[in-house]
Every structure is written in C-alpha cells, then in structure tokens.
C-alpha cells in the first residue's frame, strides 16, 4: 500500500512539474475522479517567481480543503527513513547484531534401516548324537505331538498312546538331559544323553481324550490338556491337568527320587460341548493361559477363547 502511495505520488509530480509548464494560472489543478482513494485528490501547481529561479510546488488537496506539500512530506519521510537506518545501526554495533534464525541444515541421505539382531535359531545346531524315543514306542502314538522344554527338562505327548487299556487315550513322557565330560587325548569331551523319567497319564484316563494335546513346563509345575475329554456330561469339552514335581533323597543318602502327581484339573467356567478346552496351554509364574479353539462366545460359531487362571497364592 505504501509503494503504491510514493508511486502515484511520484506520478504526479512529473505531470505537475511537465504537464503544467509553461501555465500562467496559480491554481491550476488536476484532480482524480474516480480510484482507490475515498478522497478527492488535486495537484496544484503553483510558480513563485523571484529573481534568479522559478520554483513549483506539488500539493495535494484533501477532502476537508486543507493542502500536503508533497515534496516536503517525501523530504520529511526520507529523513526519518535515514534516522531509523542510523538507529538500527548503533543497536547492531552496541549488542553485536540482531538475532538471525540459523540456516537449516544440509540435506542428508538417510540412514540405512539397523540391521536385525541374529535370531537365536540361526546359531543352533542340530545335535546329531542325540534323538529322543518313548521307551514303549508303539505305532500312531504320535509321539512327539507336543514339547515343552524348562531347563534339563522336557515333557512330549504322544495323544493316541493305548496305555491303561483306552484306545488314544494318550499320555507325556517326562526326560531329563544329563551331561558327563570325559578326557580324550588331553581334551575334554561333554556327552549329552536325554533318559526318560517318568511317564504321565490322566487319574481319569478315557479312550479318545487325548491327553497330551498340549503341554507346558514351567519350573516344577506340567499343564496338559486333553481337548476330547467328556466332563461335566459335555462331549469333547476338554480340560487341562495340573502336575507337580517333588523330589527328595531317602535317608540323607545322593540318590534323589522325583515323583510327579497329579494337583488338580481345570475346566472352562462356561464349558460346553465341543470347545476343546485345553487345544493349546502356556505357562509363566504363576499363570495359565489355557485356548477353546471352538468356543462359540459373541455368538460366532467357533470363534474360539482363551481363558486365563492364576495359582493362588501358597498358605
């Protein structure tokens, strides 16, 4: 707005100075009819005559009749144009400059993505000396159809074992890893053997239970689920049982004796036919997490669950 002040300004003090020469009148004028302006602007060009010079004036007359010397008013505003300049330059010299935002930094290629920590399979190697059979092996026992693994321990099922007269009645089988170092040549070699130590089956054994569905180890405690179990008159409701390790040695003597007994059995609170409560069991502390792939909650057939207990705690 102010450049487009100063320019008609300087517009009409060209015409006034080159479009009125040579003029006698004193007030001859130029006024805008029409514009920007919400006033009425003139220029009048005025001679003073002495004796040497002749010199014109550019006014401006505004609405209310009174007049600007235009020449004057650019005078007076370049003058304090060149005050503030001279401000602003004893400022910069008295506090060392004015504060200017710091450049933004280059553009830099970005950086490539970390590289995935190594996965804790990829280091593994097979132990080829070392392959774990049931001591009664029998055909489709499907040994091996779940594995839990704490410590030197490990518990696999085997879900159609015959034992106790019940077809696929199922069972776990409970090893313990036991290692020995020998000297051979002035080396030392550990041997690994895995000897089973006990076999597990369900206090209430059934044909086609399937107990051994799932496992789980965590310290001294075995879940183990049974999907095809009839309780509660719900056919293949399922249920998981709870197993305990005690060990203790007979007369202060080394040998140590270890039995594992059956503590409990869980059910699904809302039980009912077909959910295969116990298909899948995880253990951690002192909580289970126990799965009913085909629980029908929210009314959608199937849609499955996974109910969560939690041990209380020892009196």
Same mark, same amino acid.
């Given at each position: ?80 144009? !060149? ?133 789980? !180890? ?98």
């Amino acid at each position: 707005m102010k450049k487009t002040f100063v320019l008609l300004l300087l517009l009409l003090l060209l015409f006034a100075t080159f479009g009125t020469h040579g003029q006698e009148d004193d007030a001859s004028s130029i006024c805008a009819a029409e514009g920007e302006w919400k006033t009425n602007l003139c220029a009048k060009s005025i001679d003073f005559y002495g004796d040497f010079m002749s010199q014109k004036k550019l006014l401006v007359v505004q609405e209310d009749g009174s007049t600007i010397d235009i020449v004057e008013r650019i005078t007076t505003l370049l003058a304090e144009n !060149l005050e503030l300049k001279n401000r602003l330059a004893a400022v910069e010299s008295t506090h060392g400059g004015f504060f200017k935002p710091p450049s933004p930094p280059p553009s830099l290629p970005p950086s490539p993505p970390p590289s995935p920590p190594p996965l804790f399979l990829q280091t593994m190697l097979e132990d080829t000396s070392v392959k774990i059979y049931a001591s009664d092996a029998a055909a489709d026992d499907l040994f091996g159809h779940s594995v839990s693994l704490y410590g030197d321990t490990a518990l696999i099922g085997a879900i159609y074992d015959d034992d106790n007269l019940q077809t696929d009645s199922g069972s776990v089988y409970v090893f313990t890893r036991i290692s020995s170092s020998s000297s051979n040549d002035g080396s030392s070699v550990i041997t690994t053997t895995w000897e089973q130590q006990t076999k597990l089956y369900a206090s209430d054994a059934a044909a086609d239970d399937r107990f051994g569905q799932s496992v789980s !180890l965590y310290g001294d405690t075995a879940l183990i689920g049974a999907v095809y179990d009839d309780d509660n008159g719900l056919s293949n409701s399922g249920s998981v049982y709870v197993f305990t390790r005690t060990s203790s040695s007979n007369d202060g003597s080394s040998v140590i004796t270890t039995t594992w007994e059956q503590q409990t059995k869980l059910y699904a609170s809302d039980a009912a036919a077909d959910d295969r409560f116990g298909q899948s069991v995880s253990l951690y502390g002192d909580t289970a997490l126990i799965g009913a792939i085909l629980d029908d909650d929210n009314e959608l057939s199937n849609s499955g669950s996974v109910y969560v207990f939690k041990a209380p705690p020892p009196s």
